[in-house]
C-alpha cells in the first residue's frame, strides 16, 4: 500500500498550455483522492482514475484555481456519459456547494444533483481514515480566508501538503518528519511594509523542509514572478536536502 502522489497541475493563478492549476491524484492500494481541483485537472484526473474510482476528493480552499474543475466533474458525471455508483464525498471548506450551485443557476446547494458530490465541511484538525489512508487537515494563513495544509499518511509513509499559505505555524506541525513535502513557492518575496504573507517564497519552502526535517521537497504553485526552475535551485540552497520540480503528468513515490 505504498502511497504516491501523481501531479495533474501545478500553475499559478492561471493554466497555461500544458499546464493545469492546482491538482494532484494521492493514491494507496486502493484509494484515490483527488486533491485541489483547480482548472483543467479533471480531464489530467482521467489519465490515471474514472470519476467512479475516487474514494474522496480534498479541496484547500476555494480560490478559483484550486476548485472551479468541480464545475467539470459535476458536469461530466451529470450530463457527459461518466457515472459514479455512489456520491464522491467532497470535503471542501464551507460555501464550496453553494460556489458550485451558483455557476449551476441552482438558488443554493439542496438544488444539486446529490448522487453526484457529497459535501463535508472541512474544519482545523479533521482526522480521516479511508481505509488505511490518513488525512489530517490543518488551518493555515491565506489571504484572510479559510484554508487548509494536508498530511497524508499510509503504512508509516507521510506526505505533507502546503496548499497556499504563508508562514505559520500549522505548516510546520503538517511537515514534521514528512517522506515529501509538496509545497508552493509563490512569490518570489515576502511583501513590504507589514502587509500580511499569503504565499511563501522559495527560501520559505526549503526552511519548512529543512526545520521540518523532511525527506524530500517537491516544489509546485509557482507564480508569474518566478520560474519553476529558479524556485527549486533557491529552495534547494535553504533546505539542503533533495528538492525537485513537481511536473505535470509525474507520480512520485515517497521514499
Keep these: 500500500m505504498a502511497l504516491t502522489v501523481t501531479v495533474l497541475g501545478t500553475a499559478s493563478p492561471h493554466p497555461r498550455p500544458g499546464h493545469p492549476c492546482s491538482g494532484y491524484l494521492l493514491s494507496a492500494g486502493d484509494i484515490r483522492v483527488w486533491v ?3 482548472p483543467g485537472t479533471f480531464a489530467e484526473l482521467q489519465r490515471h482514475v ?3 474510482e475516487l474514494s474522496a476528493i480534498w479541496i484547500s480552499h476555494l480560490h478559483s484555481d484550486h476548485w472551479a474543475d468541480l464545475i467539470a466533474a459535476e458536469a461530466g458525471i451529470a450530463d457527459g456519459g461518466l457515472s459514479v ?3 464522491i464525498p467532497v470535503y471542501a471548506p464551507a460555501g464550496c456547494a453553494k460556489r458550485l450551485a451558483g455557476f449551476f443557476g441552482a438558488s443554493g446547494p439542496e438544488d444539486l444533483d446529490a448522487t453526484i458530490l457529497d459535501f463535508r465541511e472541512l474544519s482545523d484538525g479533521l482526522h480521516l481514515d479511508l481505509d488505511g489512508l490518513r488525512l489530517t487537515s490543518r488551518a493555515v494563513r491565506h489571504s484572510g480566508m479559510e484554508a487548509y495544509g494536508l498530511r497524508a499518511e499510509a503504512e508509516g509513509e507521510v506526505l505533507a501538503y502546503s496548499g497556499d499559505s504563508g508562514p505559520c505555524p500549522a505548516l510546520r506541525e503538517l511537515a514534521e518528519g514528512a517522506d515529501l513535502l509538496l509545497c508552493e513557492a509563490d512569490i518570489d518575496r515576502a511583501p513590504a511594509g507589514g502587509e500580511p504573507q499569503r504565499h511563501l517564497t522559495p527560501e520559505d519552502a526549503g526552511e ?3 526545520t521540518a526535517r523532511v525527506g524530500k521537497l517537491l516544489v509546485t504553485h509557482v507564480g508569474p514572478t518566478l520560474t519553476p526552475d529558479e ?3 533557491r529552495a534547494a540552497t535553504a533546505f539542503g536536502g533533495r ?8 507520480t512520485y513515490q515517497l521514499t
Design 36 to 38: 485541489d481541483a483547480g
Design 50 to 52: 474514472r470519476p467512479d
Design 85 to 87: 455508483p455512489r456520491p
Design 208 to 210: 519548512l523542509a529543512r
Design 231 to 233: 524556485a527549486v535551485e
Design 243 to 250: 528538492t525537485v520540480r513537481a511536473r505535470e503528468g509525474a
